[in-house]
């Protein structure tokens, strides 16, 4: 044994297999928005309305990996990732969101995903991480049902394209955050603070991923889902039922569409719900059957129903309303744990409690953790940065899904969030959660002492892989 391998501890050693990758989105990286016939999303609108997004900034150029892709996968070669997760720009594709497709869009990805497998990485990709086609916007966005046939459509256009490079078609990131901040709190695209409709949103996006799942015969599909662990503040009543409704919302509501069928009785109840919103026959389209849950996890929230409570830190940048749609007395109080630069509580323990508690609470399913990450404030320093935090994030999470893999759950693979730093949607370039820094005057990627870490992790598993599973 090498000193190197001695470093490694055997709880982060992982069955033959296993996808080490990392993950990235399309507004956060690509850039070059009016290029090739590329359509304005939600995104370039929201970005150039003062206000919104801090200090200004916006995705025009973003990390230009439109133009540096190559380069892009050289480091991810380098890194030794046996997969990446990317999305795909609706826009890219179909610039006004439905009819004409536009062919140098879908060029680009075919581009993007050859070059992805000459490496040996396998390409997962995500139809839609928000940058929803303004011209869908403007007849309503989310709340309007029609958004969901439409999504399915441009779905089925980027799976015949793509289906002979894909390894796994996923289809909506994170519904909570398109839904609640988007349409809710504000804080995100298209920056609405409209309830009700925050919840018709979060039930057209349900249903736009069982659609897409429907329209796509790949041989891989997956929805995605942001879990938190969440915890009452003390046993009081009022903090149960602080937890039960926060749960609900942001785990269950989607959790059990997606995985059963059904939306939680509680649920339903706790939230402004139009009549005729549900319609007969949604839900066995919402439950589609997947191959795999993409889980993204970050945190755990504490929460507390006491009146006057007060919020912890990790608010939002912006002038926002509570995307608790029918819980904003609820607040999010501070559980004493270390925070990353967000001043999200650190908390790896949470992610062994999510994906165990998927594993036991719903119909067998394959998972991956699709996002899991931290934001730090880097420090080049001669050349290098030594984000030792960043580094002894990723470790312990990684360690926690070596625990749930113990424990019995069918986890077959970890996306760090993010490949590189990129733009942090309402915190603009204020927030770095990349394993490689990005110089953004100059475009420069350097690797962080977390990826030459995370590299050698990858590289040890590999080594061991024919003996190890
Ligand atoms: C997730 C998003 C991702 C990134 C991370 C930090 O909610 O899916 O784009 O912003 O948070």
Redesign the pocket.
Known sequence: MTTQEEQIRPGLRFPAGFAFGA?T?AY?IEGAVTEDGRGPSIWDTFTKTPGRVLNGHHGDVAMDHYHRYRQDVAIMAELGLTAYRFSVSWPRVQPTGSGAVNQKGLDFYKRLTDELRQNGIDPWLTLY??DLPQELEDKGGWPNRDTAYRFAEYASIVHEALKDHVHTFSTV??PW?AAFLGYASGEHAPGRREPRNAIRGAHHLNLAHGLAVQAMDARRAGGCV?LYAISPETGSEADLEAARRIDGLQNRFFLDALLTGRYPEDVLNDIPIDDDLVRPGDMKIINAPIDVLLV?Y?SRFTVSGAPGGKASAAAAPTDTASPWVGSEHVSFVNGGRPVTA?GWEIDEGGLVEVLTRVARDYPPIPMVVS?N?A?FDDVLADGRIHDAQRQAYVEAHLGACREAIDAGVPLQGYFA??LMDNF??AWGYG?R?GLVHVDFDTQERLLKDSAHWYSEIIRHNRRHEPTDS
């Open positions: 993950a989105s956060q991480h928000w990131n994170e955050c942001n993204n970050y967000m996002e990450g934001a969030w993010s942090e949607w927030k959660f």
